[in-house]
Structures are given as structure tokens and as C-alpha cells.
């Protein structure tokens, strides 16, 4: 069992395939652009673009 949980780390390690810079640049765009990153944008909120490469809203 321990195996498989190394493993499942090694795997994780190298099969992210996006740089973390990109991760940063999307969250810069976003805050550059008066938004804020959140999972969800409120009822009175638009959704601008994209946050922490796709995995969450910028929203403003």
C-alpha cells in the first residue's frame, strides 16, 4: 500500500504539465485587472477570465 501512495506522488510530481509561472501570470492578469480570483463569482459579480490556471474565476 505504501507502494502505490509513492507512487501516486512520483506520478503527480511529473506529470503536471503546466509551468507554475503561468499559475502566477494568470492570477497578475487578474488582479491587473481589478478582479479577484474565487471559486465561484456572486450574483453580482461577472466572471472576466480565469485564475490559477483555470481552476478558479476572476471575477469582478
Known sequence: MRI???LGI???FICQSTPASRNLYDSLECSN???HCRRLCFHNERPIG?????RQHCCK
Do not use: I, Q, R, Y
Not at 480565469?50 to 483555470?54: D, H, M, S
Open 4 to 6: 502505490f501512495f509513492l
Open 10 to 12: 512520483f506520478l503527480l
Open 33 to 35: 485587472n481589478h478582479g
Open 50 to 54: 480565469t485564475c490559477t490556471n483555470g
